[in-house]
């Protein structure tokens, strides 16, 4: 599985790069390993070329340029951008990949996807992890000494600077996984998200962790005592246990919220996301950050299972306890299963061939395209559709229905916000009751004064409370437990009609899919109407 990383510089030592490739560095501190006579230690087996250099050392040739062209001499401007390639470490003993072959396709890219930049190409047997992955590096000059066939001139003049946008790291990491697809490595898919999203600052926060930890541990277990803790753990690390078994535990999401918050844990849903605030952070984390496995389809997806399971516990023998690792690996296997009967979008060939896909691409796309068109046919066949614009008063009614019921929704959400903010300021209120009754008890005003200023974290709270009441226009309190209940209708009521906007939501998808492949296969898209229309005047 290669992936691809960037690192952008603003380090003016050009040679610096050549050193880190060419010596052995420390994988901590990131500063070159001398030996016993204070002298550098030369990396074993690598391989290096340089390209576009005019037979000139890579540092020189682009200080050269850059003096040259009046560029890369702030501060502040980033002079090299450093490109990572590593390949799955199965791919040397299960695929054949060597050393020198690796340099090959890394000068192939680094010419096919860099051209007109100076470039350094290094390739590693194996890397600081010591896993044997074979991995290229590719550096890059920011500076671009030669026009290149490109479409906006940012790109193409000369003089113009490498700019690494989203869009452009999403094309690389297309690029690379189409090259190890037709040499037959292994690769994974680098456009969509991962289960579990380790960035490179926890990646090295759990080495160093894991490093401390085990000089701490080393006299303990030299006197024979086994440490309590050998695994080190980021807070990340610590946050997904956490997330996996509540959602282990829990059939709804308020059960899921509850277990989250007996660790301290608090889970916000926002926009259809999820977000997650632990006690020691103010800002919460998003579960974009901590994985695919953390955010609103996979959580959902997995507490509709664990409620499905336990209504049919009682029909049937329960079976065996299986473990949490167990669980989530059925769930996350039944949510990246494709469904049978779902209708995905038709993909447009032509322009994703226009935008540099590989022939590969284009076979797996007209594949892809036939498979969905017969797709789009049976459901529009089942819902009984006789033309089009049949589909499109369908799309319209679903759309409002949806619509509909999202505003009944969140109209409810007010309200049991509302009930739940009100048995808040209820139970504050009456906790308060014993220092209200007290102060009546004082006879004189030095008295009461004295007894308030005593017992002022309790007027405070019940002033506030009796504020809030005041604002509301409630003269006569609550029972708690009338109120309960109201609230675990209201909550029942919310759970009911989430389930209800979801098949809608489902429902309108699926026929907003079945008519954009229905206008695509009849092209009966806007603009090609219009230019009809114009024909026809």
Request: charged share 30%.
């Amino acid at each position: 599985m290669a992936i691809l990383k960037h690192i952008s510089s603003k380090n003016a030592n050009y040679g610096d790069a050549e050193k880190y490739l060419t010596f052995e560095h420390d994988e901590f501190t990131m500063k070159p390993t001398l030996d016993a006579d204070g002298r550098l230690i030369p990396r074993v087996d690598y391989r290096i070329s340089s390209l576009n250099c005019g037979g000139e050392d890579f540092a020189v040739a682009c200080m050269r340029s850059n003096l040259r062209y009046g560029k890369n001499q702030k501060r502040e401007d980033v002079k090299s951008h450093h490109y990572i390639i590593s390949f799955d470490p199965r791919d040397g003993p299960d695929n054949g990949l060597t050393v020198d072959r690796a340099q090959e396709l890394g000068e192939k890219f680094c010419a096919e996807h860099f051209p007109g930049h100076q470039a350094l190409v290094c390739t590693h047997p194996d890397g600081h992890s010591h896993t044997e992955n074979i991995h290229v590096h590719i550096v890059i000059n920011s500076l671009r000494i030669a026009e290149v066939p490109m479409d906006r001139p940012a790109d193409r003049k000369a003089g113009c600077k490498h700019r690494c946008t989203d869009a452009a790291m999403n094309y690389l990491k297309a690029e690379v996984m189409e090259m190890c697809h037709s040499e037959g490595l292994y690769q994974i898919d680098l456009l969509n998200g991962s289960k579990e999203r380790i960035t490179e600052r926890e990646y090295w926060a759990q080495k160093k962790g894991q490093a401390a930890l085990d000089r701490a541990n080393a006299p303990i277990a030299a006197d024979g005592i086994a440490p309590r803790q050998t695994k080190f753990e980021t807070d990340k690390a610590k946050l997904r246990r956490t997330i996996r078994e509540a959602l282990a535990a829990a059939s709804g999401f308020d059960e899921f919220a509850a277990l989250l918050l007996r660790h301290g844990v608090t889970v916000k849903e926002s926009r259809g996301r999820l977000s997650y605030l632990t006690p020691d952070r103010t800002k919460p984390i998003t579960a974009r950050k901590l994985g695919d496995d953390f955010d609103r389809a996979a959580v959902f997806a997995v507490l509709e299972q664990n409620a499905a399971r336990a209504a049919e516990a009682p029909a049937r023998s329960p079976d065996p306890p299986r473990t949490i690792k167990d669980r989530l690996q059925v769930a996350r296997a039944e949510i990246a299963a494709p469904k049978q009967d779902g209708v995905q979008r038709l993909v447009d060939i032509e322009q994703k061939m226009a935008e540099g896909k590989g022939r590969g691409y284009e076979r797996w796309a007209t594949m892809h395209n036939l498979k969905q068109m017969a797709a789009t046919l049976n459901v529009y066949q089942e819902y009984g559709f006789t033309s089009p614009e049949q589909l499109e008063a369908a799309v319209d009614t679903a759309y409002q229905k949806m619509r509909q019921t999202s505003g009944e929704l969140k109209a409810l959400e007010t309200k049991l916000q509302g009930k739940k903010k009100l048995q808040r300021q209820v139970l504050a209120y009456a906790q308060t009751k014993a220092a209200r009754d007290g102060l009546k008890a004082q006879k004189s005003p030095k008295a009461r004064e004295a007894y308030r200023q005593a017992h002022e974290s309790d007027f405070i709270i019940a002033d506030a409370a009796a504020r809030y009441f005041k604002a509301h226009g409630i003269t006569r309190l609550p029972a708690r437990k009338a109120l309960q209940a109201e609230i675990e209708q209201l909550i029942s009521e919310k759970d009911g009609l989430y389930n209800t906007y979801h098949e809608q939501k489902q429902r309108f998808k699926e026929l907003q899919t079945v008519k954009r492949n229905i206008d695509q296969i009849l092209r009966r898209d806007e603009p090609h109407r219009r230019k009809e229309q114009s024909h026809e005047r």
